[in-house]
């Protein structure tokens, strides 16, 4: 059993930052895959980024690649997302996601993958 724990969230203005943080526990954290997803009101919840075990590997969505990055530090069992250049269309609750099942192929985008979930944190951007 791995619990994870997502803060950080806010309102920020577009073009600001923000940096969220996953907090886990339980078992080895340095053996899961990490990723983030979000969902926004009225929507379905859509994948963000991951991060290997180790941090090596990583991989965006789309929609955020060149302005979110994904680090993880295995020491303090937390993965971090830092969110910059924030669009009013980043506006969702962000969820926090381990993985202990090994790489489908899918580069760990769907959230059939995941095992474990926090609660989420709200992110709301203004125009």
């Known amino acids: 059993q791995v619990q994870v724990v997502e803060s950080g969230g806010g309102l920020v203005q577009a073009g600001g930052s923000l940096r969220l943080s996953c907090a886990a526990s339980g078992r080895t954290f340095s053996n899961y895959v990490m990723g983030w997803f979000r969902q926004a009101p009225g929507q379905e919840r859509e994948f963000v980024t991951v991060?290997?075990?180790?941090?090596?590997?990583?991989y965006y969505a789309d929609s955020v690649k060149g302005r979110f990055t994904v680090t993880r530090d295995n020491v303090k069992n937390t993965v971090y997302l830092q969110m910059n250049s924030l669009k009013p269309e980043d506006t969702a609750v962000y969820f926090c996601a381990a993985s202990g099942r090994a790489y489908s192929g899918s580069a760990y985008s769907r959230a059939q993958e995941y095992d474990y979930w926090g609660q989420g944190t709200q992110v709301t951007v203004s125009s």
């Open positions: 991060i290997s075990t180790s941090g090596g590997w990583t």
